[in-house]
């Protein structure tokens, strides 16, 4: 069955089966490195590290954090100086399923310095505690006291607040706790849920106050304390496996007497196969409603107050079924559901080898079938419109109705296009094979910088990210995570990807400044941030921190992501005068990110524009165009090289594959790629941006991007686009000392005899006159209107990008002294801070 995703709307109020109890009892101890790999909880979002503390019983299983330097679940959690979270829980699973998906619990917005965590009871009675306090001293007067209170037979943890005003002043607080990354969740009854990022991991959470542990409940989340009153209340955090089982076991705990048990059997009417991957949404209202999920065996036991409950009973593919259920006080309720056959769209997609491959399909709507929602954005197995998977084996289900049915493997194979009507009940099978049609020997499509759930900033599964990268083609991406020394590899390995994508561990170091990317790294899983350094402010700081970290290794790599060009090159503290930015910067980094996501300006005119302010409105900004301004300071001989990345966050919208940068390498197999070559090819500016087309340049001498050429006033200059099935180009132009020379700009209208309309688009010898030293680059791109990436990538973000590729600067000696950059501006001073709009529009305009 393929792994349905819901749209993030659902949510009910169920309590789904209860796991068997281990045998285990209740206990609380503390993480060492001698039990750490053995006893952490583990799950999507397990966050613990040596010095935490671990309390669990025979169902669920639980991390405090520890009193420890920096202590953060991860980047996210949270920003600031006081963005510290000891003594908050930071993951919460079922026992059996090692299934965390809570980034953090932050009982009454806990945050900051502690003076202690600690255990108070280590389960030999019966029951373990483990304690937080914050002393008044520390925080102003205000005391706080947080307990993690567990018993056996719990299906969550008890957690008792209790904070005192201690000094001289009336004292306002806050009893709302703060948790995250959820995005789907609501409340019922009084009972906060949230569901887990997927669906399909079936994992959710619920808490409501409850009155125990000496606590009251509290009239409203926000007090004004007394000097000398204080305040104490509880709530009761349950998980299960799902929002809806686990808003039942909070019911059942403030009140089980007023609980029915309702018991839902979902099973397919004609083989009578259980359905176990559809759900049930249950509520009373329409704002008040919860979903659950069936287990293995298509069944969901959900605890229940005593009411009348409308049910929806879904799969995608099938047709639901609603009905309305009364559920008395102490009654069982049985209900079983026979829904009608799977329509849906099986794939067997193989490469000319015959080797099934990773690849991504979409289905988008026709005519007057809805549009498809397949699941969130961060998941690749269904993110709405699209379906990203490891192998070229899978089936997707699919709504009755009629769709366009897209298969791509990245920009160097062929697609696949079909237009399918479904019936109902129907499986419709696409079984094609798509073929390399790009050839690109010596080159291999890397990605530099992207993102999954431990970077903090996102919750796009590791897997999830991985299965995007490979459907993508891309053959080489090191691990970047924000602020954590992370590996990909063990997943790599799990989903069988190792012979199309390789890794090396890294990471992202981030701040509220310039932000790096450097590999390799070596992860170490039981420390704070996995053995990272923490982020400076002085951007030289940092890269001398990453070159030398964990040893001096003279490969690493080293780059700075999305640059703000004129603070870190030409105006350092945005004054409005050129003090030559961050002195040496440039040297002490490999790469820099002209493209980053977003749509190629390095055929800018100018090296700012002026546009719309994010939130939108009639006034307009000043907006600098980072490609135009490295063209600039190529010209003073600024010397780290131009890559292309995706910096995705998400799978559908921002995800990989709209830009890529191709590397000279030995090896065309992703297994054998040496993560040494890549770097000293990448530092040595043998590199190739491209968001698909293919791009090859080469001098009569055979040197290509990143290489030095001594040439006497002619150039030969060997360019070769090839493009695939889907993408197309009808512009060259050469960009001499980052001009664009206009005997240098060829297009498919006014020079129709240089252009091809198979893969290969351009194959021609240039002749360039050249009277002093120059830097080469040549832009290919599809300039017309209907030339997009949107056949390749459709609902997704990356649609409207142009087809486009260019090279790292070829460099040409033309009197034998050497390369010497010629100091040009383009036309303009090189931008400094403070720019007006004013100012900006009176330089636009005199040009």
């Not at 009193?67 to 996210?76: F, H």
């Not at 769209?345 to 991504?360: E, H, L, Y």
Request: proline share 6%; with cysteine.
């Amino acid at each position: 069955m393929s792994r349905h995703l819901w749209s993030p709307l659902l949510i009910a109020l169920s309590l789904s089966a209860l796991p068997a109890p281990d045998a285990r009892a209740v206990e609380a101890f503390e993480l060492g490195e001698s039990n750490f790999t053995a006893e952490r909880p583990g799950g999507k979002e397990a966050d613990s590290i040596v010095g935490d503390f671990v309390i669990r019983n025979d169902r669920v299983s639980a991390v405090i954090s520890g009193n420890l330097p920096l202590r953060r679940a991860n980047m996210s959690t949270f920003y600031g100086d006081d963005g510290i979270t000891p003594g908050c829980l930071y993951d919460l699973t079922l026992l059996d399923r090692n299934n965390d998906q809570i980034t953090i619990f932050s009982p009454s917005g806990q945050r900051g310095a502690v003076n202690y965590v600690r255990i108070v009871k280590d389960g030999k009675d019966g029951e373990a505690v483990i304690e937080t306090f914050v002393s008044a001293a520390k925080a102003g007067g205000l005391s706080r006291r947080h307990e993690y209170r567990l018993k056996d037979g719990w299906d969550g943890l008890l957690i008792v607040t209790t904070l005192a005003n201690e000094g001289t002043e009336p004292k306002k607080v806050t009893l709302t706790d703060s948790t995250t990354q959820m995005r789907s969740k609501g409340v019922v009854n009084g009972i906060n849920w949230a569901d887990a990022v997927d669906p399909a991991d079936r994992c959710g959470y619920a808490h409501a106050w409850v009155a125990e542990g000496g606590a009251e409940l509290p009239k409203a989340n926000d007090h004004t304390l007394a000097p000398g009153e204080s305040i104490t209340v509880a709530r009761f955090l349950a998980v299960a496996t799902s929002p809806a089982a686990a808003v039942g076991l909070v019911e059942t705990r403030r009140n089980a007497a007023a609980t029915g048990t309702l018991t839902v059997t979902m099973k397919d009417e004609k083989s009578g196969a259980a359905i176990t991957d559809g759900r049930v949404v249950i509520g009373t209202a329409p704002d008040r409603i919860v979903p659950a999920y069936p287990d293995d065996s298509g069944q969901i036991t959900l605890a229940v107050p005593a009411g009348t409950y409308l049910l929806s009973v879904e799969d995608i593919g099938r047709t639901w079924i609603e009905d309305r259920v009364e559920i008395a006080a102490g009654a069982n309720v049985a209900k079983d559901y026979a829904l009608g056959a799977e329509s849906g769209v099986a794939f067997a997609i193989t490469d000319d080898q015959g080797r099934s491959i990773p690849c991504k399909a979409q289905f988008n709507a026709l005519g007057d079938t809805p549009k498809v929602n397949l699941g969130p954005t961060d998941r690749a197995r269904g993110c709405v419109d699209q379906y990203l998977s490891e192998t070229g084996a899978f089936r997707v289900a699919l709504p009755p109705g009629s769709y366009e049915v897209i298969v791509t493997r990245g920009p160097e194979h062929s697609h696949y296009r079909e237009e399918i009507t479904l019936a109902a009940g129907q499986t419709h099978t696409v079984k094609t094979t798509l073929k390399r049609l790009v050839q690109t020997p010596g080159w291999v499509a890397v990605d530099y910088h992207s993102h999954s759930t431990p970077s903090g900033d996102n919750t796009c599964g590791t897997d999830d990210r991985l299965i995007n990268l490979a459907a993508e083609h891309v053959e080489f991406a090191p691990t970047t995570e924000h602020n954590r020394l992370y590996d990909w590899l063990p997943h790599i390995e799990r989903l069988g990807l190792t012979p199309y994508l390789k890794t090396i561990p890294g990471m992202e170091l981030t701040g509220s400044g310039a932000h790096f990317n450097s590999f390799p790294l070596q992860p170490e899983p039981s420390r704070q941030d996995g053995g990272a350094p923490v982020w400076k402010k002085d951007p030289r700081l940092n890269a001398i921190t990453l070159r030398d970290w964990q040893g001096a290794e003279p490969d690493r790599w080293i780059h700075v992501n999305h640059p703000d060009m004129i603070e870190n090159f030409i105006d350092r503290d945005k004054d409005g005068r050129a003090d030559g930015g961050f002195a040496y910067f440039g040297g002490l980094i490999d790469g820099l990110e002209s493209q980053n996501y977003s749509t190629s300006d390095i055929l800018a005119d100018a090296p700012y524009r002026l546009t719309a302010p994010r939130g939108g409105g009639l006034a307009r900004v000043v907006s600098p165009i980072r490609e135009f301004i490295w063209l600039q300071l190529l010209n003073q001989g600024l010397s780290p090289r131009a890559i292309a990345v995706s910096d995705a966050h998400h799978v559908h919208g921002n995800g990989v594959g709209g830009w890529r940068t191709y590397v000279q390498s030995s090896t065309d197999e992703p297994e054998k790629i040496d993560w040494r070559e890549l770097s000293r090819n990448s530092k040595a500016g043998r590199m190739i941006l491209s968001t698909g087309p293919y791009l090859e340049v080469t001098t009569g001498a055979g040197i290509h991007a990143g290489g030095l050429d001594r040439v006497s006033g002619e150039v030969a200059l060997k360019v070769r686009v090839q493009c695939t099935d889907w993408l197309d180009i009808d512009r060259v132009q050469v960009l001499v000392n980052g001009r664009q020379a206009p005997e240098y700009n060829y297009t498919r209208e006014k020079n129709p005899e240089m252009f091809q309309d198979g893969v290969v688009k351009f194959d021609q010898t240039l002749k360039l006159s050249l009277q002093q030293d120059a830097h080469l680059i040549v832009v290919a791109i599809g300039q017309g209107e209907s030339l997009s990436l949107k056949t390749g990538f459709g609902s997704s973000g990356q649609s409207p990008l142009k087809p486009i590729a260019y090279n790292n600067p070829i460099f040409i000696d033309v009197d034998g002294g050497g390369f010497q950059p010629n100091g040009d501006t383009l036309g303009y001073d090189l931008p400094v801070g403070g720019l007006t709009v004013d100012a900006v529009k009176k330089q636009l305009g005199e040009k």
